[in-house]
């Protein structure tokens, strides 16, 4: 269990690493959305964006589309995607079922599944599984389109090297073609640097991620359990390496005044707005109308080339290990499409809720 | 919609600030649990820790238990705990049907609700129905204290003051006893310092939360999506006021390299711990038996004694409020119980799924 | 667990036959919707056709409603709907603790619930829960005939002897009226005959009950497993009794031919139409339009005034009990307004989901 | 959404009839069970008794296992099982795109979905959906199995030939044998004989199917509302063609006084047992440790080689259609499969939530 997500939009998730191949079952997706396997792999390309600090592991994540889209369009009956597994070198893994890796899943995942769990290249706590969810999202995004909603995410930090403040503009068309996914191409170039350097020493660097979604009506959102930013906190913690998730002012907004942080209302070109936005767009767990802004933190790659301490689960006793293998040296650029995939999966079933995306497309 | 939580104890919110009254119905507890009405009333004045920046409100938040439990005993039927509300003066919210409170979900929960939500002291947006949520949490931790489990929260900022690293010990007795919920006694003192200060300002603070849950097991969470830190971030998200959510080193981990963010493994006293913790306690999304830290980020109080710019719905042009009522300075302390319910019932749905908590007690 | 029902339109019951009281949370009820005490209380008076067979408890059935109704409307929060327990003679059921009764749930609920479970009057397994389903049902009937649909059942069989069939007018009409709740009152005078009868023996009698729903709209069900005929199956076995489920011609199809079975589509009137109705108004879990028609079997009244061979559970011997106590010599007339609130909740669902029932009404 | 069905053992359908292929997504499986393709390709195939009356459509339904298995046990992560289509012809439903076949969901399924749906071979409407659904069941057969749970399902009607009714042996072994899974081979012999009757006159024949399980402790099932006999009657209206789900003496029960259909209480060997068994081993929605007896009520195919009146969808006027191409006169005895599958997937997740069937396997 706990491999869905979504009340009338639902994802489900399955597949691991190193076996067969991954994929999701997308259910609830209106009928009459004109989908090809082209843009669903444009999309997931976009887990791939440059070489810095990315493994050389070729994956062109073709996708498979196995039901739910007939003649160009979806039919409204549940579709599953799948992505076959290629190029898998499992012999690095061998020792990891005795000796858990720092930082990874390994321990916890042995406990919870008995040892049975497929441990190879991390099986199901892979970062290869959002591979089939940013499929999924392609798709949600499509749906968002049809009314002119929009996501998008980009890094804001990483290694600790914060980008400047970037407008709409620049996130959507900057960071869109920057390799590392910032809009702010002056901190970008020493964030480049740094991972270089970083990798150098057989280390690795986390980051910031900055989801924000644009056009979104007030009044999405299901209080008090069921509310957005609830449903979007709960999405994203989904990404492998996340720790954090803080909307609009966020942590930030524990040190402020209320009169500082409490965003003032205004009418504007006739509509109502908030002149700032720290709520980041949602209040009471119910859209405002004002872009949603989200952020992620996520830690560094726990894989990383140095000898660490760890334990030998069968001798119970201490030990080191070093992971071999191919691993990133900074994760944090391919996971902004997840950071999309994950928001634009979650606002869609929102809006399917509050009948804004029809069940049926005209 | 929306107001369920939980997926093997489930728990169902319903009540408005100023109707009959709030309550819950608690679905899922296992049979045979002791209850008995002082218990948990006790355990819902947690939510009123002391004096200090809270509203005069006189509410003994007396509870009623019209279900569920038989012979002082659960009897594995829905427990439904209602407390009546009493004491209320709707007279200082009529202007806010067209004038929405900054900060507040005036203006969200009209244009969800089409406007016939009720609006009276923020009607289901009032910290008022976090009460029998602290109610059900007190089964809930009587639930996990079979097993050993304890929850604990405590406050570690408030407006811009910080708190020093506690050790549970600090947290279990000294924050339990300070009125603001501080494990640090000297941190405190400045904190309330500076509440009575913002207090005759007529402004507000935020702050963080720290919650802590020790003696989980290795091994709860269901990964990917139903995942122990996603679903206590849904949970967490449920409270008023609270925009973000960390584990363990949280955001801070995005500035750290992997080789100090790894927590290395050791056998100490036949057991696998790590030697830090800044994956606060999960892995995965599954436990690692170490504690569970999460952190959440509370922003100031949205009601502030000062004229602030609003809009008149009606008449589509700004204006200006003032809200009036009673309200907190900071509402923090109070929110530290609310933490705790969550968590609570979070865990134990977890540890229920897990088959660690029977659904018979014997 | 497993005390809700419903996906967008969600009822929690909660309650036992001689605790404090019984009622449900209704939640995701559209905003807007007029609701008063005094209708609902009416709806719920249907539970009380007469006096023919049914016991002497005087239960008004008063009604609180304790949230979510705000200057006579819904407001979008979950309603909670209330009514008290009175006038309840526990002492009748003191030794059903260790002997079972024969067809009672008994003996599985304290197997289930390991013998914690609120045995007098059956608990939660009375028929006295059902008393805010229909509640809620009212409420859920008024969704409805927003929209046109209408919900009606009537008795088709008691004890053997079977009713005519009756066109919709008559059920409409004639069978609101009766006390039992059958159309065809010439059959109606030989079940209250027989009932009398019966009674005078001490013994009980089942029936079958037959529920229509009218100018449903082609389209509504989510096939493959939240399909109409599925979802509507499984809130009719939630009614205390119950034994099958069938739906147009039911059983009697696997004796038809394809030839026979297979409904003839026509135009009439403009509008898709079939010229018989043996799928009773589902095809493939999705309505077509026509009639919607489901039938159940209400097995006797288990409590019966014979001595009855059962066994003493905690000395493990067989014995004999005879049930004392008040009970109904035949429950279904009295179930009726049941089987129409379990139809009424479920169908409102699919509206909702479907998009006809707005989730704001204007 | 709606294609789900299961709360901790979750399975996940999706594919069409003449798409690319027909699978599930398996989620709550615990980990350690061991699984070959061998054993579930075998399960499959009985959704292939024999040929009486069965289409000549060559489908050997092997089975790919995508993911969740590793070194041939389960691991704990969702099981993906794909069966890829083949041997389509799709030309003969051209013309159903407007003209729906009376006793399809042709139709019901155009207005849900637009007409986006995919038509050809019924798409997600037909049969051939089932064979996953079969291939997943046999891992809940497995599951069962562990704890000595046995299903089993026979045909006890054809048309209106009754078979005798049948004890435990003769349906373990002569149904399972029989190509049409009755037990009565006389019966068998004479539905036999009219199924080759039936199908020479170009028209079809339903029947009914009783399925059984044994050794289910006492204690199964969550009333009020996911209690065990509504689950399973929701399970069993997700297979097409079904139209009545009755469990014990269920319609007949109505029938019936209350000293006749109450079940008495006797001590045998050590255990409590009923005498007679008219409840079908469910009361109160929980499992009473009789064993379940659950009847499903099969319409006749509504696919028959003769001209029936319809209707043309677009130019909104009667005609009549002939069906082409390959369907089964009786489709009752492959339907024995799918009842066996859909109630062990039922009652294992009743296993699993009563803790009765541990997460890990060890």
Chains 1, 2, 3, 4 share one sequence.
């Not at 994929?23 to 976009?46: H, K, M, N, W, Y």
């Not at 350097?197 to 989801?211: F, K, N, P, W």
């Not at 803080?246 to 003032?264: I, L, Q, R, T, V």
């Not at 006739?270 to 004002?290: Q, R």
């Amino acid at each position: 269990m706990g491999n869905s997500l979504g009340k009338l939009l639902t994802v489900t998730s399955f597949g691991e690493s190193h076996g067969r191949g991954v994929g999701v079952v997308l259910d609830g997706c209106p009928a009459g959305l004109p989908v090809t396997v082209t843009e669903i792999e444009r999309e997931a390309s976009r887990r791939w964006p440059g070489q810095a600090g990315a493994t050389a592991r070729a994956e062109p994540d073709k996708v498979e589309i196995l039901s739910g889209v007939f003649q160009g369009r979806t039919t409204g009956a549940p579709i599953c995607l799948l992505t076959w597994n290629r190029d898998v070198d499992s012999g690095a893994y061998r020792e990891l079922v005795t000796m858990p890796r720092p930082g990874h899943a390994d321990y916890t995942a042995r406990v919870r599944y008995g040892g049975f769990n497929d441990f190879r290249g991390g099986g199901r706590f892979s970062g290869r599984i959002t591979a089939p969810l940013v499929m999924a999202g392609a798709i949600a995004r499509k749906l968002l389109g049809l009314k002119g909603m929009e996501i998008m995410a980009h890094v804001t930090e990483i290694g600790g090297i914060k980008a400047r403040p970037a407008d709409i503009a620049a996130i959507r068309e900057q960071a869109g073609q920057d390799p590392l996914r910032c809009a702010d191409l002056e901190a970008a170039a020493r964030m480049l640097e740094l991972i270089s350097r970083t990798g150098q020493a057989a280390d690795s660097l986390g980051g910031v991620i900055e989801g924000v979604a644009l056009n979104l009506p007030a009044g999405l959102g299901e209080p008090v359990f069921d509310n957005l930013d609830g449903e979007l906190a709960k999405a994203l913690f989904a990404i492998p390496a996340v720790k954090g998730v803080e909307f609009g002012a966020g942590f930030a907004a524990a040190g402020m005044k209320g009169s500082e942080n409490n965003d003032p209302y205004a009418i504007s070109g006739g509509k109502v707005v908030t002149l700032t936005n720290n709520a980041g767009g949602v209040l009471g767990g119910i859209s405002s109308g004002m872009p949603l802004v989200v952020r992620v933190a996520v830690k560094p790659t726990p894989s990383i080339g140095r000898e660490q301490p760890t334990v030998d689960l069968e001798k119970r006793e201490n030990t080191v290990i070093t992971v071999r293998g191919r691993h990133d040296t900074c994760i944090v650029p391919r996971a902004v499409a997840v950071v999309e995939a994950m928001m634009a999966l979650t606002i869609s079933d929102f809006a399917l809720r509050a009948g804004i995306i029809p069940r049926v497309l005209t």
